[in-house]
């Protein structure tokens, strides 16, 4: 995309961080880019996830670099837009990325091409104030318990969002053609939400797509041990009484895991690994 620079030409053939153009990072979305999943009493909210570490790497080298994040779980696209664009643009950031609608494909008689036609006006807007602006599209969840049952509806709203993004020149975090999620060690306990690693693989896809120089290095799981039939089942039978239930039980109520929650980090400011104090390399303890 044009509004990206390829920074990967290197004198040293290593990464150079804070090769890149922007200074002030605002995130918005919903559980996804709040970092749900990936637990880190250290990062504001207690939870880290794929934006933070993103962020992270942007700030290498950077003194000026500034990172929000407005991300709060549970929201549908109508959400996002109403409660995060106008507070993300007055917060004048050239970069920012955007999750939406993820929610709003898990209901029954939700519409993707809708969906995209309301994200399309509002990336026009980001687009519009100098923003570059990174749009993600939906993974394969086939497999997936309760995600796996709107695949076709995902695919639908992916093919519409490369179309928005070409429109408007935003660049595309391609979630789809992450073969990586399909490992379940990707997936946190609740099988809605990415785990450390899931968020991790998830933020060098991000870093490598803004052709962005960064210290993170893909992480491979240890391969899972064999599990009996029996074993299998019954973990299924916990995980739906833990967390199936639990959230069918919201649906039902029209509640949301978000109501009462706020965003993690509502101004921008300066963002240092969880494990290190600042000025220590993030990506270093991954």
């Given at each position: ?65 500034r990172y929000a994040n407005l991300a709060i779980r549970g929201r549908l696209l109508q959400g996002i ?5 106008e507070p993300g643009l007055a917060l004048n950031p050239d970069l920012i990325s955007i999750s939406a ?115 993170l290095a893909p992480l491979v799981p240890d391969p899972l041990p064999a599990k009996s039939w029996t ?56």
């Open positions: 995309m044009g509004s990206v620079t390829d920074e990967r030409i290197q004198n040293n053939g290593g990464p150079q961080p804070g090769r890149h153009p922007w200074t002030r990072y605002v995130a918005m979305g919903d559980s996804f880019t709040e970092g749900i999943g990936d637990p880190e009493p250290g990062s504001p909210g207690g939870h880290r996830g794929w934006a933070d570490r993103v962020a992270e790497q942007l700030s290498l080298g950077r003194d000026d670099f837009l109403d409660e995060q664009l609608g993820g929610n709003d494909l898990l209901r029954p008689g939700s519409d993707p091409d809708v969906l995209a036609e309301k994200l399309d006006a509002a990336v026009g807007r980001m687009t519009g104030a100098g923003a570059t602006v990174v749009l993600f599209n939906g993974p394969d969840i086939g497999d997936t318990p309760v995600l796996g049952m709107v695949r076709g509806r995902v695919a639908i709203y992916n093919e519409n969002l490369r179309t928005v993004a070409a429109r408007h020149d935003a660049v595309i975090a391609d979630m789809w053609s992450l073969r990586q999620l399909k490992n379940p060690q990707m997936w946190a306990e609740d099988r809605l939400h990415f785990s450390p690693l899931g968020h991790h693989t998830i933020a060098i896809m991000v870093l490598d797509a803004l052709n962005v120089p960064h210290t074993e299998a089942r019954s973990e299924d039978l916990v995980w739906a009484k833990d967390f199936l239930a639990p959230w069918v039980l919201r649906r039902l109520r029209h509640r949301s895991s978000g109501d009462g929650i706020l965003p993690k980090r509502p101004t921008p400011g300066p963002v240092t690994s969880p494990a290190f104090g600042p000025g220590m390399p993030p990506g270093a303890a991954e």
